[in-house]
């Protein structure tokens, strides 16, 4: 088992490297973007992301979730490249198709869904990055997180970010294109790494056609569609409906707390990225495979959990220090976004089960949806009474009711004993430390980033006090302890 929790956490640890240099770089050259792009060029850019977006979720039918999912389903190399190879076909001609109307009527048609953005050049340009990207990179990220190769993973993923990031400086920056100039970046981003793309597709697919494959593929991803929609409109809703009820400035502050705290679902995502094989592989007959990926499970929500921890300890002193007084709003925010992405990392545990091993896809769509329609509907009813900390409370809830909506669909499908109880024993933990700490430290800087040091081993200790840790893994520990104070006597 140890030797497994090593292996997941090499692994993570490159799915969030490739997160946090994309990310990170783009918060770098904010300051540097904002300079040579007006808010309209901002607004401009972000509605032409959510068109091209829609169309890619919409045009594919879902197709993302298959070529993930179907992979574990094929022995045969032969028969899995002629999977893909399908599966590749209808990426090319069915958004291909839509995306050649668009080219006809596109004028007409976005005249009426974004009167305030010109179909020619933005929406377009939107569109067809996507476009490049949807058939060159898309299959290929999903085949390697797979395979486990995660590696070659974030390198294509590094790749997409710095080729539209070099275009983006020169046409932005130095030729002052606006937010047109950006739209092309992405596109001709897109289209170069598509060359590298093309190798691992020539590796992953042959070109073939069969109905039986794609009936297969959609039967499991078409469900998944309103998944995919809804998922976008948990991420974005709160914004929209915030930009609706309150100043601008208190959206911007929001903004900034939201980012701090979405530092977390780096963590989260990379985590289950690493994890995700081990549902594709998973036989449930094998209790020894089972046991392992119920043991995962509670080290990756614990996992995340602390790094949450740290997160909501330690934000609120890098806001006084680093970040004008005028954000300090931001501070309530980011413990409710970091509880959120805490109970995404428990919905992940079983969503992985239900889709990736079970294929249940239609009560995850279902799920997912109510909960979108739920995020949209307290926003509204919270945000006019406590502002943006009425957002945060809404993410951290609506992600805490869609676990239990999707807990309660796997146990009826097949109740793998999770072990609930340890997950939310650390989570309890760690609401109960960040509370005490937060109440105790004082305003000196320094004397509450002592305070917050020993709250995370108190933390430990806590844990140790309510039973978290099992017989065997108080044994390893203490192990590693007695190898540590051998080590430095």
Do not use: C
């Amino acid at each position: 088992m140890l030797k497994l929790v090593k292996q997941l956490f090499k692994k993570t640890s490159t799915y969030a490297f490739g997160d946090f240099l994309t990310k990170g770089v783009g918060f770098f050259l904010l300051p540097l973007y904002t300079a040579y792009l007006t808010p309209e060029d901002y607004g401009i850019i972000s509605l032409a992301t959510v068109a091209a977006t829609i169309f890619t979720i919409i045009s594919t039918g879902g197709l993302k979730g298959a070529v993930l999912k179907f992979y574990y389903d094929f022995d045969e190399d032969g028969e899995r490249k002629q999977f893909y190879g399908t599966l590749w076909l209808f990426y090319l001609l069915v958004p291909g198709l839509l995306l050649f109307i668009f080219e006809l009527k596109g004028d007409v048609i976005f005249e009426n869904i974004l009167p305030s953005v010109a179909y020619h050049p933005y929406i377009r340009l939107a569109l067809w990055a996507a476009y490049v990207k949807t058939i060159f990179s898309e299959m290929p990220l999903q085949i390697l997180k797979a395979k486990s190769e995660a590696t070659k993973h974030t390198l294509l993923k590094i790749g997409l970010f710095v080729f539209s990031t070099i275009f983006t400086i020169w046409f932005v920056v130095f030729w002052d294109q606006g937010a047109k100039g950006l739209l092309f970046a992405k596109f001709l981003g897109n289209l170069l790494i598509a060359i590298a793309a093309i190798y691992y597709l020539y590796k992953f697919v042959q070109i073939t056609f069969k109905w039986k494959y794609l009936k297969k593929a959609l039967l499991y991803s078409l469900p998944l569609v309103p998944h995919f929609l809804s998922h976008w409109v948990l991420s974005s809703s709160d914004r929209l409906v915030l930009e609706y009820f309150v100043p601008l400035g208190e959206v911007g502050v929001y903004n900034v707390g939201y980012t701090i705290g979405s530092a977390l679902s780096m963590i989260a995502i990379a985590g289950n990225n690493a994890i995700i094989p081990m549902y594709g592989d998973l036989n449930l007959k094998d209790q020894s495979a089972v046991n392992n990926v119920i043991q995962t499970a509670t080290y990756y929500v614990a996992t995340v959990t602390f790094i949450g921890l740290l997160i909501v300890l330690f934000a609120s002193d890098f806001i006084l220090i680093a970040i004008p007084e005028s954000y300090y709003g931001a501070i309530g925010v980011i413990p409710w976004v970091v509880l959120g992405y805490v109970f995404m990392s428990l919905y992940f545990t079983q969503i992985n089960l239900l889709t990736i091993t079970l294929s249940k896809t239609q009560v995850v769509g279902i799920s997912t949806t109510v909960a979108a329609i739920l995020n949209v509907g307290l926003n509204i009813l919270l945000i006019p009474h406590l502002g943006m900390v009425g957002a945060a409370i809404t993410t951290a809830f609506t992600y805490f009711l869609l676990f239990i909506g999707l807990k309660i669909f796997a146990k009826q499908a097949y109740p793998l004993p999770f072990e609930f109880m340890r997950m939310f024993k650390i989570i309890i933990a760690g609401l109960f430390t960040f509370l005490l700490t937060n109440y105790i430290a004082p305003e000196i800087i320094y004397l509450s980033l002592l305070i917050k040091l020993a709250g995370v081993l108190f933390f430990g200790f806590l844990l140790y006090s309510i039973g978290f840790f099992s017989k065997k893994e108080l044994k390893f520990i203490k192990n590693k302890i007695d190898l540590i104070t051998k080590k430095y006597e």
